[in-house]
């Protein structure tokens, strides 16, 4: 593996529940817990999950259709159960689901006989987050001195 491979994140406490993820490029998105005195409207790590999910296979299917066509509507909607047993918490029944739409046209109609392959061309292997949760990646903790 080479540095052109790695991808990281950064995450930093901001205050009580609430963090900042930042990537190399400068990217910030604001997450923290569902309940309690820092509870807001933000994403919780759980939704940033589903959120990546929906979203890597999103990024795949409208590259590939939008070759043909643009959507007249483009949702991506990412479930999963919370679950928590002998196995510890874990999210269980993970599903993406697709609703979009095309107008009339030719280019629309080839968008729309790609679509099911665009969908599944994503899940068996071009989306980086669902073949990493589905292959069950190991994930290694350490502390650095600070």
């Known amino acids: 593996m080479t540095d052109n491979d790695l991808r990281s994140v950064t995450v930093e406490r901001t205050s009580t529940g609430r963090y900042v993820a930042t990537n190399d490029r400068g990217g910030t998105i604001a997450f923290g817990t569902a309940s309690g005195p820092a509870a807001d409207a933000g994403?919780?790590?759980?939704?940033?999950?589903?959120?990546?999910?929906?979203?890597c296979t999103a990024v795949d299917v409208d590259v590939a259709t939008?070759?043909?066509?643009?959507?007249?509507?483009?949702r991506v909607t990412a479930t999963g159960h919370k679950t928590g047993d002998e196995l510890g918490n874990r999210l269980t029944g993970l599903r993406v689901s697709f609703s979009v739409s095309f107008p009339d046209g030719e280019g629309a109609d080839r968008a729309r006989a790609i679509l099911p392959r665009?969908?599944?061309?994503?899940?068996?292997?071009?989306?980086?987050?669902?073949?990493?949760?589905?292959?069950?990646?190991?994930v290694a903790t350490e502390i650095e001195e600070a």
Do not use: M
């Open 43 to 55: 994403f919780t790590p759980v939704e940033l999950l589903l959120a990546a999910l929906g979203g």
């Open 66 to 74: 939008s070759r043909h066509a643009e959507p007249d509507g483009f």
């Open 118 to 138: 665009a969908v599944k061309a994503s899940h068996d292997r071009l989306c980086t987050v669902s073949r990493t949760v589905e292959t069950g990646t190991p």
